[in-house]
């Protein structure tokens, strides 16, 4: 019995081994660079980048660190002002962009009418051209609505998507027709279908097209920059060009804002990712 | 409901999604589609009506000519790059456990961090006389590289630092798909006694496949359309080794303030995603049946 | 389901409740008029200057609002086309000097010279009076400058036993002498072939700003005399020859990396860096550690050196001429410039500015800028098509410095930068 039980407890240990080195080689590459801004975040302009010809263990790691840039950033900058709005800004366009994309998504999945195809067509358009080519047009229309240095010259423009309505569509066509038969047997609205059984079982397509909507207002820049100019709706990535100056760029307070801006969303990621994952684990090596 | 309000259902499901695309996407591209017959002096506010001559120019444009050969190129290596090893990942971290968390959070990083931050941390990790990488390569005895300053190493550079940011993004959308493949399917191939590899292939992937069919436009997309790591990083050099189509469409619009030239250079440049798109979905034999 | 409808119903409805803040010309209960200001970020403590032209305004001109907006450098010129081309958010703002003839020439700037009188005018130093006028008229104006010198690390001369560069414009040194001090100077203590302290670089090493004064030094032009081509100035012999000892200087004599790590000469692994006049007030308030002079900017054949930073212009298109002028003059008249010359530390370009700080322009660092302001200075090309001029000769001096041959790449810009001033006829 003995070596019979060995053999695959070995087979098991080796492949377990195999697969944390992987795992622990991927996350090197990913966190690297990360963490030469994170220890650079921790050091004195003036020691940033003292140890990046020669290589040494200073590199990496902050000795003699400090927290003044953090400091600087929480307690004398309206940081907490620019973080909120970010939150708010990319809260609500998922909020409003989960309701109308998922909305179009239904009518795109479920049903069949004239125009589709061209209708859904000019959907995916309207994701292929670049933004810099619109902003003009789309500044004017903005202004004309009176929404110019506003939340909502931020927030509305971005929850029509695209690449929701896509990825939405995607989940819901492929839920058995049967579903939704049954529903329209039992007398069942197009509502009741599309809140009731439609929605419910395209949830992780709706937590992923969060996560799309979310990181867009996120990283988004240019935008801001352009329909916005009140201290008041200054959102996160345009406070941190901030530390970029004229004549000089405050890389410790440059950096330690991007890290603020960085963790507490990969922090929210971690708590939140059962979401992403199935439940029970059912492929692969068993972990 | 009568059967003539039945008709319009549907219509009123997509409504508000296609009234908002169409007042802040549509009409904005729409006029962009216009300006690219003109000549536009955006800050003299004149516009002047120069029928083909800007796509005359570009096709005889020699940088935009390179610039369109490198799009395809950076596209044809970045975005299979990015969804196989996103594939890879999300397979690999799809399970339970802590320590599975903390790495696909890990993963999931280079995502989060601002895309123009993320380029000035890499230019400074490339540079070849004091970068990081540079010292980490002298330090264990291999010669020293230049990265994105000469011709032949600037384009993988670039394409090295696009994909360390993407992945981890479509891991996670990836990671979604496989977690809306019914337990009951994969339990199933179990009992059949079907190994690891071939229930990825003949199970998984099948059902995986309206996500990734997502995942291959949406990136495809996003990549056409990137142009901060080479505004960041290179500016399009070393002698335009690095000019992507999006590129220059910032370039003339913002630095040249032809607003009309890049119109149509962004014109052109939607006719090549349009096209890369429809073959991606002939390709991956995903019938859009409604 | 059910929670998050409510949430954003209720956020629909709060969005609906939101007033618009007031913006562009829009007028409001409580301001009668207002006027926006754009102006570059410029950071603490230096945003005060432009905030203290504003309060002076607003006193003097009871029941006008001016609204400032702040935009990063990098941002700057996308955000102001939009401003100009839509003709909102916009009455008076910064403009980057090298491109008052490029807003001139797109009628984007209200004339200036009925709002001036003679000796006010006269007050600007000469080299700026020029780049203010476009076909005759001021169309600007100089806000504050800058001067380039040859920023010195005294400790690493001296670690290295070489007599420390002059201050005087008299011993102002050729480049073939900063090679041949920066190769002695050079430290690469690990043997790796790559410097652990460098002998020279400079701090925007492909602009115009910094690289046209190395062709002009050597007897080439930047531009026709009246600018309408560049053929037979970039590509010139002499044009050639300076471009192809600038990428020497990368390449061959490697005293220079060829990509800038930031920071290198504050911390102490430079020692020869050419840098803007306003490198000296950093030094001097964040890195006081560093022990530095300043040597005139090296030459070939003759000296010149760079100038220019900001002027101040009104939109042409302004629904309110007389106040936004009365902005621009309270931030650029006399009075004024000397406050901001106290605050944000540019190169004054008033010489009555110069006049009321002896204590600061009759000692080094200082009197050397000044000097090469009245001497030696030239300004970038006055041509409409700066902006492509700048970019695409930026990619040439990048190109060479990444190792491009220098003759090729001047004759191909040159051919890129004609074709782009053609368009401006």
Known sequence: MEPIRRTPDFGHTMRRSLFYAALVLIALVSVVPLLWALTSSLRPDDEIFRYTTRLSWKTLLPIGGTIHNFREILFEDRFARFFGNSLLVAGATILLGLLVNSLAAFGFARFTFPGQRVLFGFVLVTFMVPFEVIVLPLYLVVRSLGWLDTYRALIIPAVPDAFSIFLIRQFMAKLPRDMFEAGRVDGASWWDLYWRVALPNVKPALITASLLLFLRQWDAFFWPLVATSSLELTVIQVALTKYMTEFVTYWGRLLAGSMLATLPIVAAFFLLQRYFVQSVTSSGIKG | ?290 | ?425
Not at chain 3, 78 to 101: H, M, T, W, Y
């Open chain 3, 1 to 425: 389901m059910r929670r998050i409808s409510l949430i954003a119903a209720a956020l629909l409805f709060l969005m609906g409740l939101t007033p618009a803040i007031p913006f562009g010309g829009a007028k409001s209960a409580w301001a009668a008029t207002e006027l926006q200001y754009l102006s570059v970020a410029r950071g603490e403590p230096r945003r005060q200057a432009i905030l203290a032209a504003i309060v002076d305004f607003e006193k003097a001109n009871p029941g006008v609002k001016v609204v400032l907006s702040e935009i990063p450098f990098d941002q700057y010129f996308q955000k102001a086309a939009i401003a100009l081309s839509s003709g909102s958010g916009i009455d008076v703002f910064d403009v980057d000097s090298p491109l008052v003839a490029s807003y001139g020439h797109q009628n984007a700037l209200l004339t200036l010279d009925k709002y001036y009188a003679r000796d006010n005018v006269q007050d600007f130093t000469k080299v700026e009076r020029d780049i203010a006028t476009y076909q005759g008229k001021m169309i600007s104006a100089p806000m504050g400058s800058t001067s380039v010198g040859l920023f010195v690390n005294v400790d690493l001369f001296k670690a290295a036993g070489l007599k420390v560069p002059g201050t005087d414009p008299k011993e102002r040194l050729t480049w073939d002498q900063v090679v041949d001090l920066a190769r002695k100077v050079q430290v690469d203590k690990s043997g790796n072939k790559i410097a652990d302290t460098w002998g020279f670089a400079i701090q925007q090493y492909d602009r115009p700003y910094m690289t046209l004064p190395l062709i002009e030094s050597n007897g080439a032009s930047a531009i026709a005399p009246d600018g309408t081509t560049v053929d037979g100035y970039l590509n010139s012999a002499a044009a050639i020859e300076a471009a192809r000892w600038y990428g020497d200087t990368f390449n061959k004599f490697k005293i220079s990396p060829r990509e800038q790590v930031p920071n290198l000469f504050y911390t102490g692994k430079l020692a020869m860096y050419l840098a803007p006049s306003y490198e000296a007030n950093t030094l001097k308030s964040q890195y006081p550690n560093v022990n530095w002079i300043v040597a005139p900017h090296p030459y070939f054949k003759k000296a010149v050196t760079p100038t220019g930073a900001w002027h101040v212009g009104v939109f042409a298109g302004t629904k309110q001429p007389d106040l936004a002028v009365a902005l621009l003059k309270a931030y650029t008249d006399p009075e004024a410039a000397k406050r901001n010359y106290k605050i944000m530390n540019y190169m004054p370009v008033r010489e009555s500015t110069f006049k009321a700080f002896p204590e600061t322009f009759d000692v080094m660092p200082n009197k050397l800028f000044y000097w090469e302001i009245v001497n030696t200075a030239v300004p970038r090309p006055r041509t409409p098509a700066y902006r492509e001029y700048e970019d695409l000769l930026r990619q040439a001096f990048a190109n060479i410095r990444q190792g491009a041959d220098a003759a090729q790449e001047m004759k191909a810009a040159t051919e890129k930068i004609n074709a782009q001033i053609r368009r401006y006829k």
């Open chain 2, 1 to 290: 409901m009568t059967r003539r309000t039945r008709h319009l259902v549907p219509y009123l499901f997509i409504a508000p999604a296609m009234v908002g695309l169409g007042l802040f996407k549509l009409y904005p591209i729409m006029e962009g589609l216009r300006l690219s017959f003109y000549d536009v002096r955006p800050i003299a506010r004149t516009q002047v009506f120069i029928g083909l001559a800007n796509f005359i120019e570009l096709v005889q444009d020699p940088v935009i000519v390179k610039a369109a050969l490198n799009t395809v190129l950076f596209n044809a290596i970045v975005t299979p790059l990015q969804v196989i090893l996103a594939l890879g990942l999300a397979v690999l971290v799809n399970r339970q456990g802590r320590a599975v968390r903390v790495f696909r959070s890990v993963f999931f990083m280079p995502a989060v961090i601002s895309l123009v931050v993320a380029s000035i941390i890499w230019k400074l990790l490339y540079a070849p006389d004091n970068g990081v990488l540079n010292g980490v390569l002298i330090a264990v005895g291999l010669p020293a590289q230049t990265f994105l300053t000469s011709q032949s190493q600037a384009m993988p550079s670039l394409i090295g630092m696009v994909v360390w940011k993407g992945v981890g993004y479509w891991m996670v959308i990836l990671l979604a798909g496989l977690k809306d493949i019914p337990e009951s399917v994969q339990e199933a191939a179990i009992v059949d006694g079907a190994s690891p590899g071939r229930r990825f292939f003949a199970v998984t992937l099948p059902l995986l496949s309206p996500t990734l069919l997502f995942v291959v436009v949406a990136d495809t997309v996003i990549n056409f359309l990137l142009f901060v790591p080479v505004y960041v990083m290179t500016q399009g050099g070393p002698s335009n080794a690095t000019s992507l189509l999006m590129f220059e469409v910032y370039r003339n619009a913002f630095v040249y303030t032809r607003f009309g030239y890049a119109a149509a250079v962004s014109t052109a440049l939607l006719f090549v995603i349009a096209i890369a798109v429809s073959l991606q979905m002939r390709f991956l034999r995903v019938e859009f049946e409604y």
